[in-house]
Structures are given as structure tokens and as C-alpha cells.
DNA sequence: AATGCAAACGCAACATTATTGCATTTGCAT
DNA sequence: ATGCAAATGCAATAATGTTGCGTTTGCATT
């Protein structure tokens, strides 16, 4: 399926800054900041940028990690999800030398022993050390 | 020992302020965000409190936790860490109701399985759902 | 107890990140 | 081709955090 059927499917429209944004973030595993889409799309207004993420975040075809010093970066929802609650309950880790952010789809989060009371819904877990090119160096 | 000790041997100098925050940080396992002490603290400059946070967190008295929406939150190091290096490696819990949240000081990280080539240094848990008092009512 | 000095503080200014309102433009169904 | 809701650009505002600097204060020393 290509890019625009993805974005219409979800009831949005297909506009250049929208296709542009998904060309990217489906290039890789990685999760991007909002910065670093503003240097790839000089031409595109902060706002809508923000508005872009936002919008694709609560289509489901974005998710958001916080990164260690707190920003926001978004990566592709590999999987599809259901509307109501798309999960990605994968790990994230963070490259503290690139800083880079990769999704590892393929390492899932274990089952916590939390203390009798507390009730989970969920969980975020970022590793975080040297990526593959970083530590190669 | 007494909290005023806790600072002097960090090699801070003792004043109302870090004893103040000292003495809120340390009532229960909670982390706080800036808003919160600020609330508390009302007769305190903004920038002295994210002085006295960040000189604690220096000293390793408190540990800087992340919350979901990128909020900061700083909690007690209820053990005594080294100076090179403090260690937190607990998991932490936040309420979607009271957006409190809370040190699960005897829940440890788990060991995760991250594809060859990547280097774990560390790692941040952050468990999301409802706290005691919120699954209660 | 008085002195001296580095550390801590208060205040103002600035930086960054994110949100909101509104007029204009555009995708797309008709 | 037309009409309209959705999307965009721009300006203003908010929230969060940092930096510089003159003043105050903790505390070691005398
Ligand atoms: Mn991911
Ligand atoms: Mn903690
Ligand atoms: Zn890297
Ligand atoms: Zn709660």
C-alpha cells in the first residue's frame, strides 16, 4: 500500500507536508524530534509540523516516545492498529553518542511485578547506550 | 541522620531552601515535577528551585525521572549511591488519574535482549496506569 | 564574636518548545 | 467546474528551562 492510500484510509487528506513527513519517518526504525523534521522541511511552517505529527499520532500511524532529556520524537507505526488503541509495546533505544532513536519492534516489554493496588495499562521502556554505528566507532 | 547532614556531606551549603525541598522529597516515594514544589514553595525564585534540583541531582541525592508528557520529575535516592556514578534502577509508576508518580523502589529492571551491535549502558521503565488511591475510588 | 570569601540567591533577560486564533488556501466530494 | 470542510501560514501567547550579574548568606577561619 502506498503512502497516500495510508494517510486516506485514516480520514485525512493527502497534502504534501503529510506525504512528505511519512516519505521519512518510513525510510527507517527510527524515531525522529520535531527539530529534526524542521531542518528536513525548511520550507514547511513549524506549526504545521506540529500539527502533521499530532494529527498522524491520533490516526494511529505515528507513535510517540519522550526521549531521556524529555523531547518528543514520533517513528511509523509498523503494525496496523485499531483505531481505538494501537499499542506499541515494543523497545525503544536511545544512542547517547548520535543520538539517534531506533524502534526495536522485535524486542517486546516483559510483564512487571508491580505492588498489589497499583493497576497497569501499560508501560514505556528505552535502553539506552551506543547504536550499531556508534559503538562501531 | 538528619537531612541537614544528607546536604553538608553532598558538600552543599545547608539553607532553608534545599532543606525545604529535602523535607518534601523525602514524606513519601513520590517523584515531583518543578510545578508541583513550586506550588509549595511559593516565596522561592523559579530559578532557585531548578538550581537546588539540579545540584541535587549533581550530588546524587535525587534521580531525574522523565514522565510520559515530558514532564521532569525528581525523586529521593533512598540509597546511598557513589559519587561517579548513582544508579536508579528502579521501575517507576504513574497515575493517569492523579498524575502522580511513584518510585516502585523493590520492582528491579529486567535484562532485555537488544540485537547485536547495540551497547546497553542503561535503561528507563516507566509503568503507566492507576495508582492505589485512583483504583480504589 | 567578628571577618572574609566562595557559594547561593533574586531578578531580569533570553532561549526553546508547544499551543491557539484567525484569515487564506487547498484537497476532494459532488 | 463548484463548494465546503480541512489544512495551512502567520502572529501571538504559554510553558519550561537557561544565563548573566549584582547582592546576600552560609560557614570556615581568626
Ligand atoms: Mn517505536
Ligand atoms: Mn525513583
Ligand atoms: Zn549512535
Ligand atoms: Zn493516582
Redesign the interface.
Known amino acids: 500500500m502506498d503512502i497516500a492510500h495510508q494517510i486516506r484510509d485514516k480520514g485525512l487528506k493527502v497534502t504534501p507536508s503529510r506525504l512528505g513527513v511519512m516519505e521519512v519517518l518510513g525510510q527507517n526504525h527510527q524515531a525522529y524530534a520535531h527539530a529534526d523534521l524542521e531542518l528536513l522541511f525548511k520550507d514547511m511552517d513549524r506549526v504545521t509540523l506540529y500539527r502533521v505529527l499530532n494529527d498522524f499520532e491520533e490516526a494511529g500511524l505515528v507513535h510517540k516516545i519522550?526521549?531521556?532529556?524529555?523531547?518528543?520524537r514520533f517513528a511509523l507505526c509498523k503494525h496496523s492498529c485499531p483505531d481505538t488503541h494501537h499499542a506499541d509495546e515494543h523497545?525503544h533505544?536511545s544512542c547517547?553518542a548520535c543520538h539517534k532513536m531506533?524502534c526495536?519492534e522485535?524486542?517486546s516489554s516483559?510483564v512487571?511485578?508491580?505492588?498489589s493496588?497499583?493497576?497497569?495499562?501499560?508501560?514505556?521502556?528505552?535502553?539506552?547506550?551506543?547504536?550499531?554505528t556508534c559503538?562501531?566507532a
Chains 1, 2 share one sequence.
Open positions: 519522550i526521549d531521556m532529556d524529555g523531547v518528543t523497545v533505544f547517547q531506533f526495536l522485535n524486542v516483559p512487571f511485578n508491580i505492588p493496588g497499583f493497576k497497569a495499562i501499560g508501560q514505556n521502556i528505552l535502553v539506552y547506550g551506543f547504536c550499531k559503538s562501531a
